[in-house]
């Protein structure tokens, strides 16, 4: 990725997507590190074993309160497993996410957001995502991703933990990368969680979410009507 240094010169927002253990986390770390060239701090939200941190060749700051991104300037953020962290059915935790994008050009701030599925990421604020990176997908996985994602991008075909497709205004095209002897196997695996929770986790707000769209404030899907002989769906009569 030596070529791709001006890509990240800009302050800029990145989304990685693709399934478990195909390198998204090394990815998000090789990126962080493109940004850094360009007289910026790393910071990572939420590591889940901070002593591995002290380990690494640049220095990391570990930060643990969404209030804490709120002041930071001239940085990249690091968010892995980010649709947990900001998952799509709690209003409030995405109105915290929208400032954060909105505001992240003003303050020079680069988000790196690791996740499987982009669907957590609505039509709104997609359009502060400025870097995309499409990384090797499970079988159906652009029938459970956002339309737009899944027009954009269900007809790229990568395979290899080392190869990622980018998309920004400067590059796009499949890109590879090697793995530093720094990047060890319990960096890897600090977010390891089995694959039926992580369904099962995204699934669930999934649903909330469409519940919420489908149904009008109100309105019961099996209401009945008075006299006990009609139903009615959104007010009209079955």
């Known amino acids: 990725m030596a070529e791709l240094i001006d890509v990240f010169e800009e302050q800029g927002n990145v989304i990685i997507v693709g399934k ?92 790196v957001l690791i996740c499987h599925n982009s669907y957590f990421i609505n039509r709104s604020l997609f359009s502060f995502i400025d870097i995309k990176c499409i990384k090797e997908t499970n079988e159906g996985h652009w029938e459970l991703e956002r339309p737009y994602m899944k027009k954009l991008y269900q007809d790229i075909l990568i395979k290899g933990k080392n190869k990622f497709y980018l ?24 977010y390891a969680r089995t694959k039926a929770e992580e369904e099962e986790d995204f699934f669930n707000d999934v649903k909330k979410c469409e519940m919420r769209t489908k149904i009008p404030k109100g309105k019961n899907p099996r209401y009945k009507h008075k006299y006990g002989d009609r139903r009615r769906w959104y007010g009209k009569k079955m």
């Not at 910026?40 to 570990?62: D, G, M, S």
């Not at 998309?167 to 600090?190: A, L």
Request: glycine share 6%; aromatic share 10%; proline share 4%.
């Open 20 to 111: 478990k253990r195909v390198g998204k986390t090394l990815l998000g770390w090789l990126l962080a590190l493109k940004f850094a060239k360009h007289s910026r701090a790393i910071y990572v939200y939420r590591f889940p074993k901070p002593e591995l941190l002290k380990t690494l060749p640049f220095k990391v700051t570990n930060i643990i309160e969404t209030s804490q991104i709120t002041n930071l300037t001239n940085a990249i953020l690091l968010v892995d497993e980010a649709h947990r962290v900001f998952p799509v059915s709690e209003k409030r935790v995405n109105g915290q996410f929208r400032d954060i994008l909105s505001t992240s050009g003003q303050s020079n701030l680069c988000v």
């Open 167 to 190: 998309d920004s205004e400067e590059v796009k095209g499949i890109q590879t990368y090697g793995c530093p002897d720094w990047y060890t196997n319990e960096m890897s695996k600090c």
